[in-house]
């Protein structure tokens, strides 16, 4: 079964480092890419960037771009987001999902079960 | 970039109702379009991809249509489990947007 599971939920004060984690298996991990999604409280979905774990190309919506950080230890099959400064509106549920293409299909899909991100004082 | 809207933002319909969500880009996407389902506390799930391709195991009452700008989605008969938010997603040359999403209820 093609699998993404993420860390656990994490509370933050602004000023503080991250470090989430999307863990893949039942796949080739370094065959597809990881995309990471946004999602604060109440509000739709908001792609973040997207990184090949075969040979870390790494690609960010321009909304994100110098904001996070993502990247992949293909060693443990393990695709990463990351703050060095976290901010009270970074506070948001954080998604993995494995891409999908073939031809001009292109999807994401299985997802990870979020992670929840609170940054507060 | 490319943007999308969708119409209705929410809506409030009947079990065995038609149920109908428009999405539209801000410039031709061909058919790179995808419908996700996300019920609440849950992770998106993909429904549709390619504007008009049930996902397998995804029920016949789903169905999607369109091209270039204006996609539809469609519920032929709402049912009580289809209580969520539906996003589109375009996707071009590794860049993806969706749209804000349509919360349907049960009225």
């Known amino acids: 079964e093609v699998q993404l599971v993420q860390s656990g939920a994490e509370v933050k004060k602004p000023g503080e480092s991250l470090k989430i984690s999307c863990k893949g298996s039942?796949?080739?991990?370094?065959?597809?890419?990881i995309g990471w999604v946004r999602q604060m409280p109440g509000k739709g979905l908001e792609w973040m960037g997207i990184?090949?774990?075969?040979?870390?190309?790494?690609r960010y919506s321009p909304s994100f771009q110098g904001q996070v950080t993502i990247s992949a230890d293909k060693s443990i099959s393990t695709a990463y987001l990351q703050w060095s400064s976290l901010k009270a509106s970074d506070t948001a549920m954080y998604y993995c999902?494995?891409?999908?293409?073939?031809?001009?299909?292109?999807?994401?899909?299985?997802w990870g079960q979020g992670t929840l991100v609170t940054v507060s004082s | 970039d490319i943007q999308m809207t969708q119409s209705p933002s929410s809506l409030s319909a009947s079990v065995g109702d038609r149920v109908t969500i428009t999405c539209q880009a801000s410039?031709?996407?061909?058919?790179?379009l995808n419908w996700y389902q996300q019920k609440p506390g849950k992770a998106p799930k993909l429904l549709i991809y390619?504007?008009?391709n049930l996902e397998t195991g995804v029920p016949s009452r789903f169905s999607g249509s369109g091209s270039g700008t204006d996609f539809t989605f469609t519920i032929s008969s709402l049912q009580p489990e289809d209580i969520a938010t539906y996003y589109c997603?375009?996707?071009?040359?590794?860049?993806?947007?969706f749209g804000p999403g349509t919360k349907v209820d049960i009225k």
């Open positions: 999902a494995r891409r999908f293409s073939s031809g001009w299909y292109d999807w994401f899909d299985p």
């Open positions: 410039q031709d996407i061909s058919n790179y």
């Open positions: 039942g796949y080739s991990f370094t065959s597809y890419w």
């Open positions: 390619d504007a008009s």
């Open positions: 997603q375009q996707y071009d040359n590794l860049s993806f947007t």
């Open positions: 990184i090949y774990p075969g040979d870390s190309d790494t």
